[in-house]
């Protein structure tokens, strides 16, 4: 009889540990890989590889305006968000009551002009950088958004990551590092090297200008609407690059050859932003900014993918593995979901709701707590498993 009491306190013992352990990485929650490998799961992935592509399709469109001597950045930025205004701003002006564009620009004017402005520098900023520092640098430092996003969305969303969120975070970077080397392997390290601290300068603050537009974007499409978002965008958008066209670009513009390859160009470039600002938001509210940055990693390589057709590149077994690395790390990000303390409920099915990797959320303690006090939260014991990890421990040696 001491014996199999011994037993079983080793074993609680051991269950205990594994539940602090799926607590750390999973939160109060019993999960299964049925709860887990999601249909919801697999649309994000495929969402985000959409997004991808379509940055895919505005770098192609890019660089064929590149070979055709059209170096017009913020003309291309206007039209995307003259299309914005044309379709998401005019649709708030006829919307009636408190979501009406006249009763927004009454309040939150300003709060919308700072955050396109930022949006329209950070994708100037960027542009600008490839006349200073070299493809290889810019791809590197460019991944910097997801470590300023991940502590601005800590700071101002209050939200709490992980232990895997970080290891899956750096499995993505990884993959970056296995591109950017592929690159350097072929000789492909295209751009200028003038003046590199410019340049790098330039691209981390580009970096930080896309994570606090992205921050922005997630807080409104998760508590507004996509639709004043993108329709307060494509106002302050338009009249912003507009100013900036008018003085930076007249010269360019003007000295445009205009024949139909190149307005086919104008309109693919325009098209793609498009669909990349209307669906972005979507994607967002289902996960979040952070794990949107992540699957936008593999747009680089999709781009390199099409190169390889469009413009001779050659292939290399790296970006294969920059890929699979990429994908990997988007899709443990968001396999591991998040507890947001739901107050509306009294129950242990309640007061946990499953959210999106990027969700705003309060600390896990707090909620055990609360579910200790109304008597549906047990410690583990020989007879009775307790949540997380344990639970499928439990199961596994009871059989």
Known sequence: MDCEAGEDTSK?????ALSCCGRLICGPQNLTLKDVFTWQLFKTIAMGQALSML????????????????????????LNYTLLLLTYTLALAFRKGESNIFQILKTKWWKYFLV???DVEANYTVVKAYQFTTLTSIQLLDCFV?????????IFLKTHYRPLHFVAVAVCLLGVGAMVGADLLAGRDQGSSSHVLLGDGLVLVSAALY???????????????????LGMMGLFGTIISGVQ???????????????????????????????????MPVVVKMTSATAVN?????????????????????FSSLYIVSFVLITLGFITFNVVPTYTVDHSHSTIEGAYHLTSS?????????????????????????????????TLTYQSSTT
């Open 12 to 16: 609680c013992g051991s269950l205990r």
């Open 294 to 314: 992540l699957s936008l990693l593999t747009a680089d390589l999709f781009s390199l993918f099409c190169g390889m057709f469009l413009f001779r590149f050659s």
């Open 116 to 118: 396109a402005l930022t």
């Open 211 to 229: 994570a606090v537009s992205n921050l922005c974007q997630e807080y409104t499409v998760k508590n507004l609407s996509r639709v004043e978002f």
């Open 146 to 154: 997801i470590p300023v996003l991940m502590v601005l969305s800590w």
């Open 55 to 78: 940055i895919c399709g505005t770098a192609v469109t890019c660089q064929y305006l590149a070979d055709a001597v059209v170096d017009t950045p913020m003309l291309q930025s206007f």
């Open 358 to 390: 990027g969700d705003t959320q309060q600390d896990d303690e707090v909620a055990v707590q609360r579910l200790q006090k109304e008597g549906h939260w047990n410690e583990c014991s020989p007879t009775e498993p307790c949540n997380g990890l344990c």
């Open 245 to 279: 066209m008018a003085i930076f670009e007249y010269k360019a513009i003007s000295a445009i050859i205009w024949d139909r390859r190149i307005c086919l160009f104008f309109v693919a470039y325009s098209l793609c932003m498009y669909g990349l600002y209307s669906f």
